[in-house]
Nanobody, 114 residues
Framework: QVQLVESGGGLVQPGGSLRLSCTASGIIFRLYAMGWYRQAPGKQRELVATISSIGITNFADSVKGRFTISRDNTKNTVYLQMNNLKPEDTAVYFC????????WGQGTQVTVSS
């Protein structure tokens, strides 16, 4: 079956960095657009960043210049490098794989607090 497994979340101070990873199984990873979304308490899930199957990236305005997304098709893994984190980045971060069907991971908590 299809699985997307996120890792790398945690507690970090404002201004700090984290790198999230999402490893996929059960799909032909290189054919999928991959993305990261987040959901803060009481808010809707929102797009953070996406990377197409050919490496074209897209970012939410709120993270431009601070976050980067990359993928390693040899490892079936997509990464989200988050720098200069702010308290408003606190959320559960979800990995998404999109082709004809959307797949989602279970999420990983990111908390930015002093």
């Amino acid at each position: 079956q299809v699985q997307l497994v996120e890792s790398g979340g945690g507690l970090v101070q404002p201004g700090g960095s984290l790198r999230l990873s999402c490893t996929a199984s059960g799909i032909i990873f290189r054919l999928y657009a991959m993305g990261w979304y987040r959901q803060a308490p009481g808010k809707q899930r929102e797009l953070v960043a996406t990377i197409s199957s050919i490496g074209i990236t897209n970012f939410a305005d709120s993270v431009k210049g601070r976050f980067t997304i990359s993928r390693d098709n040899t490892k079936n893994t997509v990464y989200l490098q988050m720098n200069n984190l702010k308290p408003e980045d606190t959320a559960v971060y979800f990995c998404n794989g999109q082709n004809i069907v959307d797949y989602w991971g279970q999420g990983t908590q990111v908390t930015v607090s002093s």
